[in-house]
């Protein structure tokens, strides 16, 4: 299904931050918590999973885990990308993937409410759909979708970009499944003597993705194609 013309407010991509500044739900585990951008998007191109969680207001006070997991996104032009980051609000490390991959498979746009209105939302059981707009709602600086995963992830097939902030930096090596005599370097069809070494590379999203690589002092990006940086 095509979701039609995209305006000039609008976009057509999707972003998934692995970092932004704020606080977090207390239902997320502390490893996810303490861990820095770079070590999320690691985790999310080495397993090829999302994970996700409840996002905050999705329930009645206090209930907070019990929400619907969601995996959150932000709209934005390409152009405007400098604003989320440059507000403080992001870390530019994540994926970037389009509005029509997260629609097919159940995700939108969430609306934004007065309080009275997300109140409603929420003894619906639909407050993962909405955010509200008063003065202690810190978000409303950007256009948010979710994706509603009730079964707390979702396995990655492909990203229209990986978004990082060094150009210098590289995901952590996986074993390929091949492995290699570790003296004469030659092909063995398996661990079938002592010195046989399971090969590794870069996960099979770096190397089938585009990159995009953010010039803070350029506020804005430099796009490499698939493979260009293994």
Not at 81 to 107: A, N, Q, S
Not at 169 to 192: A, C, F, H, N, Y
Request: glycine share 10%.
């Amino acid at each position: 299904m095509t979701l039609g013309q995209v305006g000039p407010a609008q976009s057509e991509y999707l972003y998934h931050f692995t970092g932004r500044n704020g606080g977090r739900p207390v239902w997320v585990p502390e490893e996810i918590r303490d861990s820095t951008p770079q070590q999320r998007l690691d985790a999310i191109l080495r397993e090829e999973r999302f994970r996700a969680f409840a996002p905050f207001g999705a329930e009645a006070a206090g209930a907070g885990a019990s929400g619907v997991p969601c995996l959150c996104f932000s709209e934005c032009p390409f152009e405007h990308l400098d604003h989320l980051i440059r507000t403080g609000r992001f870390e530019p490390w994540g994926v970037v993937t389009t509005r029509e991959k997260v629609h097919r498979r159940g995700g939108g746009a969430v609306a934004y409410v007065p309080t009275e209105v997300h109140e409603a939302f929420v003894k619906a059981k639909l407050g993962h759909w909405a955010v509200r707009t008063e003065e202690d709602s810190s978000w409303l600086h950007e256009r948010e979708w979710r994706l509603p995963l009730p079964a707390g992830s979702h396995a990655v097939g492909s990203v229209q970009a990986i978004i990082v902030a060094n150009a210098e930096w590289r995901p952590s090596r996986v074993p390929t499944g091949r492995w290699i005599d570790g003296v004469t370097g030659l092909e063995e069809p398996g661990p079938v003597s002592p010195q046989a070494i399971e090969g590794e590379d870069y996960p099979r999203l770096w190397r089938e993705s585009a990159v995009w690589v953010w010039n803070a002092e350029a506020k804005n990006v430099t796009k490499y194609e698939p493979g260009e940086l293994c």
